[in-house]
């Protein structure tokens, strides 16, 4: 293999020639892979190389480390443990550090993530101990290149998320400081190698709390910090700006010296800063403390609610800066770009948030700043002033007591209404989105009959006027639906007189000849809320709608013969998507009294998944359609299978598109449920699909749970006949209740582990219901232990969760009532049971259905243990 060659095809523009050459190196790895990463740090280290070979070359190295799945990752490290001599381990890491001193600054930046890559490997391991001492030295003396690649390096390494390499970063983090503060000292002069400090540092806070106890070190990291943020180079002083914030996040507790003495100033000053991505992350401080402040109220609420005299230190930051801060982020407001896109995070976005978080942290204190700035600029001739005057009333609206904002607001709606008039879009787009937190926020203060009427119209009236103020009219729209829904199931509600207009208003919009995708789509978001919303007074409006909503979407089906182009085939999708979102909320909302437009509705539906594109997400929606078609109908159901399950069987079987196949899952579960014993026919394929599923090495192991599931749902709705898979699915379940996270599992492996848990109860409770209504209980008997064993595991474990719990007490309940007679009391009399019962049972934090199943539990398994009860019973 010419390594040269197949570097340089790792960069070609081709990718048939990238590819080939991709599987060239990976075909080398497999073959010898200390011979492979020897030739590619060679490669990388050779200063006569061409510079793009050499970043191929570490871009490949990068990439043998790597890998996104945890178990993957697990297993490219163990190939560098397992496969590789140490000799040949030295020689690479050798050639790494040297490349960290190239004149190349690219080699040098790809040899900095090699290094980390390693380090993550044999840090926790203790395998190389020289590395930090090697780093430290080389920003103590090294060139300018040496000294930012090593920087570099140490932010790489401090940046993991793997737990193990984290908790052996905190015995560096004296060398970590070391390298970091004496590259990011003001005594620096080359800013590339500061900003590489100031990054490494950011990066390593999480690991140096030690030295952050000690107050000399702390003082010193604090001084290097607060005078980078002077340091005359914008990007060292976005990095300072930004180890503030980590810093106020991660030792708030710390602050009050440093606050009074050196950061209120210095943050205000940043947030005027000239540079704008330094003065958002000086904004960001504020939002930081705000933050902050807000939790800390929250935990010592909840601890003095329980009793607990342990309080966290609050020193009320943002309440003692709110004069100096908040005119600061009005000013800010008023710094809008009128060309910025939607989603671009810019100076006054970012001081808008702020505003939003300082209303929460100091509720009324900023009350009469933000009047005053309201009443100045509210008609002032810059459009600019009037935008940040509209923003900042409506970024107050929650923090403050809403008795407080009551008059306010009822004193500003026939203002703000009006502002949806004003000549500038801004201001109107501002001004709807204004009302939109109003309606979210403080509702009350709306009276219905006042002001609902102008306020609706004005909304429509902004939706029909502009594409750009679509998604803050609909957002406004949507909020109103949900605030004056009333109470589930009401007769009437205060959008009633409204809703027949509101209905015909966005059918209109959705039909105008110029509404762009966008605006489309958020019209119809606006249907499903006023649909999933009204009273039942106005159920036969919604049952009409369903008429109009299918009659549209057959219009869509031959426009799948007419697709020229991409264009084409999005908004094809997108409208199909959006009208079965609509169809989907009536369906919701109607409930049972869907049925009159069930046919037209499954007719039109099989329309669509039979002409759908493979790679649609349309079935998607119409998945979630059919299923609550299905929850709707109920046995009634039935008539539609032979029909529909080609389309279901299809999407189980579909490993390359997991979003369908998850979806069709979650959609076996609807209709087993809902047609009960109806369902058994289908159920040998279903069951077939499940467990091929199950086994699976396309589909990641975040399917597994809902597949569980599923097979209690369908035992639920068979009953006895699911004795036909009950050794079957007893094996899956004992084999999934081995897996268990380890010391080293990620966060994401711990979660996997609670949700497979899940699963395993779900269908255990499942199970046994169906064997009890089928009088076959006895076939349990075989599983009894290894049920136990697994509810003990789930009880030891720290790592749990409510939904555990509450399924864990289903299947104690389930199982002491499938055996009245006391066959397996010896299991219900164990003390862990006990305790297990009595502490789901008396958690607080737990919601009433998880208790009131733990009580019942304990109903079942007193029956168990205490003598004469069961023959009571």
């Not at 080699?107 to 890559?117: D, L, T």
């Not at 590395?131 to 090294?142: R, T």
């Not at 009204?534 to 709608?545: F, G, I, K």
């Not at 109920?634 to 598109?657: C, H, I, R, T, V």
């Amino acid at each position: 293999m010419d390594v040269n060659q197949v570097l340089e095809g790792t960069l070609s523009p081709d990718a048939t020639i990238r590819h080939n050459a991709e599987q060239q190196l990976a075909h080398a790895a497999s073959v010898d892979f200390s011979g492979y990463v020897t030739t590619l740090a060679q490669e990388l280290a050779n200063e006569q190389a061409q510079p793009h070979i050499r970043t191929a070359a570490g871009i490949a190295l990068k990439n043998s480390f790597s890998a996104r799945e945890y178990a993957r990752l697990r297993e490219v490290q163990e190939r560098w443990l397992q496969q590789v001599d140490i000799n040949v381990k030295k020689s690479v890491k050798d050639l790494a550090l040297k490349t960290l001193g190239s004149n190349d600054a690219r080699a040098g930046q790809s040899a900095a993530q090699f290094v980390s890559a390693i380090a993550a490997i044999e840090i926790p391991r203790a395998q190389w101990p020289e590395l930090m001492a090697v780093l430290v030295q080389n920003v103590g003396e090294g060139s300018a290149h040496l000294k930012q690649a090593s920087l570099v390096a140490i932010g790489f390494i401090c940046e993991t998320e793997d737990g193990d390499v984290r908790e052996a970063l905190t015995g560096h983090s004296n060398a970590i400081l070391t390298a970091v503060v004496q590259g990011a000292r003001k005594e620096e002069s080359n800013n590339d190698v500061r900003h590489a400090a100031m990054t490494a540092l950011c990066d390593s806070l999480d690991f140096v709390r030690n030295n952050f106890e000690n107050e000399g070190e702390r003082n010193y990291i604090m001084q290097v910090v607060c005078e980078a943020t002077q340091a005359g180079d914008s990007r060292v002083e976005q990095d300072a700006f930004g180890c503030l914030n980590k810093i106020m996040g991660l030792y708030y507790d710390k602050m009050r010296f440093y606050m009074e003495k050196a950061l209120f100033g210095l943050t205000i000053m940043g947030m005027r800063n000239e540079e704008e991505d330094v003065a958002k992350l000086a904004v960001e401080f504020w939002s930081t403390v705000c933050e902050e402040e807000i939790a800390i109220e929250d935990d010592n609420a909840q601890a003095l609610a329980e009793g607990s005299t342990e309080m966290r230190p609050y020193f009320n930051f943002a309440r003692i800066a709110t004069q100096e801060v908040v005119p600061v982020l009005l000013e800010l407001l008023t710094k809008q770009d009128e060309d910025a896109g939607d989603d671009e995070y810019n100076i006054s976005r970012a001081a808008y948030q702020s505003l939003q978080l300082y209303a929460q942290a100091v509720g009324a204190q900023l009350i009469a700043s933000v009047l005053g700035f309201v009443e100045n600029n509210l008609r002032h001739e810059d459009w600019h002033h009037r935008d940040a005057a509209v923003s900042a009333f409506g970024a107050i609206m929650e923090g403050p007591d809403e008795k407080m904002l009551d008059p306010l607001v009822k004193q500003a709606m026939p203002v703000l209404i009006g502002m949806m008039d004003d000549s500038s879009i801004h201001v109107k787009d501002s001004a709807a989105y204004a009302l939109g937190r109003i309606c979210e926020s403080v509702p009350d203060a709306i009276d219905p009959a006042v002001h609902l009427p102008p306020l609706i119209s004005a909304l429509f009236t902004g939706l029909s006027s502009n594409p750009k103020m679509a998604g803050s009219c609909c957002w406004a729209l949507m909020n109103l639906a949900e605030r004056f829904a009333g109470e589930p199931g009401c007769n009437e509600n205060p959008l009633s007189k409204h809703f027949q207009d509101s209905v015909t208003h966005i059918l209109q919009v959705t039909e105008r000849a110029d509404a762009d995708n966008q605006l489309r789509t958020a019209a119809y978001e606006v249907l499903n809320t006023f649909v999933l919303n009204s009273a039942n007074d106005n159920l036969p409006v919604v049952a009409t709608l369903s008429g109009v909503v299918l009659q549209r979407l057959e219009k869509t089906i031959p426009l799948q013969q007419q697709i020229v182009s991409v264009e084409d085939r999005i908004t094809l999708e997108e409208m199909q998507t959006s009208l079965i979102s609509v169809l989907l909320a009536i369906i919701q909302r109607l409930e049972g009294e869907i049925k009159p437009q069930a046919d037209h509705i499954m007719h039109v539906l099989l329309q669509v998944l039979s002409t759908a594109n493979a790679k649609s997400s349309v079935p998607d929606t119409a998945f979630a359609a059919v299923g609550a078609l299905a929850s709707a109908l109920e046995e009634d159901f039935f008539k539609y299978m032979d029909s529909f399950a080609p389309f279901l069987y299809n999407a189980l079987g579909n490993q390359d598109e997991p979003g369908l196949c998850a979806m069709a899952i979650g959609l076996v579960s609807d209709i087993t449920r809902s047609l009960g014993e109806k369902a058994q026919p289908y159920c040998d394929t279903f069951m077939n699909y499940l467990l091929n599923n199950l086994r699976s090495t396309t589909l990641s192991n975040q399917f597994k749970p809902a597949i569980l599931q599923c097979f209690g749902d369908i035992a639920q709705a068979i009953g006895g006949h699911f004795q036909t898979y009950l050794s079957v699915v007893a094996q899956v379940l004992q084999q999934a209740a081995t897996v268990v996270a380890g010391n080293d599992g990620s966060y994401e492996m711990l979660d996997y582990v609670v949700s497979l848990r899940e699963g395993i109860m779900d269908a255990w409770g499942g199970i046994i219901l169906a064997l009890k209504s089928g009088n076959i209980v006895s076939l349990l008997q075989p599983y009894i232990d290894i049920i136990f064993q697994l509810l003990s595991i789930v009880w030891q474990d720290p790592n749990r969760s409510e939904s555990l719990f509450r399924a864990s007490m289903g299947v104690i309940g389930d199982l002491a009532d499938a055996f009245p007679n006391g066959e397996y009391a010896h299991y219900f009399r164990s003390d862990w049971v006990t305790s297990m019962i009595k502490e789901t049972r008396s958690n607080r934090e737990f919601s009433s259905r998880t208790t009131d199943t733990a009580r019942w539990a304990r109903e079942q398994v007193k029956r168990q243990t205490i003598p004469g009860v069961n023959q009571q019973a």
